[in-house]
T-cell receptor, first 111, second 113 residues
């Protein structure tokens, strides 16, 4: 059974720092992996989608990597800003076309 | 290009009532999925519709049902509401197979009193 784990559960860093959020999954037979952010009480905003054949995707200050063999993905945020404060969720599509979610990392960027 | 639209944004209902939530996917998207999000359980999959057919279903009681129309718009219905149904209900759409990525709506916040 696929399980997705995100570490740390919460992270607080000063503005301007580069940071890495981690996501691990137990079964490497995945189709794709997607990173989302969620602001309090709001819906989910897609950040990056990495297809199973890809190693990384970049969008602006964000870079997501995928290592299927080790069951890991990282989301790198460069030059963090207070507006980056949100909960970041990682999700994978397993071999049954089911989307399995991590519990999220709550990120706080201190001005 | 308009995003995924969910209506209403907020709802307050009484125990025992029923409720219908609506989701309009991105134009051209044929797959619509529904999720329930609560602080205790996180995101839980309800069901997925593709071309008016329910393709996948999560582990929820029969009080939760849905449907998809020919224009890909989807509705979700919850009958005999319970206090535990209070949650943020999120709809996501995808162009073809959902594995190619979701776009989420802003959600409907349902409060059952």
């Amino acid at each position: 059974k696929q399980e997705v784990t995100q570490i740390p559960a919460a992270l607080s860093v000063p503005e301007g720092e580069n940071l890495v959020l981690n996501c691990s999954f137990t079964d490497s037979a995945i189709y794709n992996l997607q990173w989302f952010r969620q602001d309090p009480g709001k819906g989910l905003t897609s950040l990056l989608l990495i297809q199973s054949s890809q190693r990384e995707q970049t969008s602006g200050r964000l870079n997501a990597s995928l290592d299927k063999s080790s069951g890991r993905s990282t989301l790198y945020i460069a030059a963090s800003q207070p507006g980056d404060s949100a909960t970041y969720l990682c999700a994978v599509w397993d071999s049954n076309y089911q989307l399995i979610w991590g519990a999220g990392t709550k990120l706080i960027i201190k001005p | 290009k308009a995003g995924v639209t969910q209506t209403p944004r907020y709802l307050i209902k009484t125990r025992g009532q029923q409720v219908t939530l609506s989701c309009s996917p991105i134009s051209g998207h044929r797959s619509v999925s529904w999720y329930q999000q609560t602080p205790g359980q996180g995101l839980q999959f309800l069901f997925e519709y593709f071309s008016e057919t329910q393709r996948n279903k999560g582990n929820f009681p029969g009080r939760f049902s849905g449907r998809q129309f020919s224009n890909s718009r989807s509705e979700m219905n919850v009958s005999t509401l319970e206090l535990g149904d209070s949650a943020l209900y999120l709809c996501a759409s995808s162009a073809t197979e959902s594995v190619y990525g979701y776009t989420f709506g802003s959600g409907t916040r349902l409060t059952v009193v």
